[in-house]
């Protein structure tokens, strides 16, 4: 077991262009969460699966931001036509949550976007 | 609205130090309590996770506590080394987590 694993690290892009990034949570992880992290701020919460269900959405998750978990393994994140406020560092969790027991959260090491 | 607060926002101390963190929620309809550490420009490092019918854990010189009613925890450092320098986030767990600002340490050597 490797952990989290978040792909790709480091992101540079121009504004108005799409981006996508990739987690694989810990195998057998039934839970993954998506977090967003500007400088010297706490973690947000964007979006969760439970399997491939997407169970909640944050009003931060604009209609520019879309989530998708296939198959309830890895998941994916696209921004479409990115904005230089989009600029943050993208988390993701995983956990093998119980019934409504969230269950303990481990974290990738991020993606960095930077919009020019 | 779930809000975490973590005092102080930055902490500096020589080496050797016993110390606090501090964390505050104002909903206590948890299921748990999560500890976490994050170098810069890194992810987050589970520390302790401390569920809500318990009231501390422990881990080597990290001990954590909880106190669901009046809506607090700390996380306290025995004996603080250099390598402790980094950022310290609480995070709350209703379905999801909600994270304070943190804790910058900084440990002198």
């Known amino acids: 077991d490797t952990g989290v694993s978040q792909n790709p690290r480091h992101k540079i892009t121009k504004r108005g262009q799409n981006v996508t990034f990739r987690c694989d949570p810990i195998s057998e992880h039934n839970r993954l969460y998506w977090y967003r992290q500007t400088l010297g701020q706490g973690p947000e919460f964007l979006t969760y699966f439970q399997n491939e269900a997407q169970l909640e959405k944050s009003r931060l998750l604009s209609d520019r931001f879309s989530a998708e978990r296939p198959k309830g393994s890895f998941s994916t994140l696209e921004i479409q036509r990115t904005e230089q406020g989009d600029s943050a560092m993208y988390l993701c969790a995983s956990s093998s949550g119980q019934g409504v027991s969230p269950g303990e959260l481990f974290f990738g090491e991020g993606s960095r976007l930077t919009v020019l | ?109």
């Open chain 2, 1 to 109: 609205k779930q809000e975490v607060t973590q005092i102080p926002a930055a902490l500096s101390v020589p080496e050797g130090e016993n110390l606090v963190l501090n964390c505050s929620f104002t909903d206590s309809a948890i299921y748990n309590l999560q500890w976490f550490r994050q170098d810069p420009g890194k992810g987050l490092t589970s520390l302790l996770l401390i569920q809500s019918s318990q009231r501390e854990q422990t881990s080597g010189r990290l001990n954590a506590s909880l106190d669901k009613s009046s809506g607090r925890s700390t996380l306290y450092i025995a004996a603080s080394q250099p390598g402790d320098s980094a950022t310290y986030l609480c995070a709350v767990n209703g379905n999801k987590l909600v994270f304070g600002a943190g804790t910058i340490l900084r440990v002198k050597s």
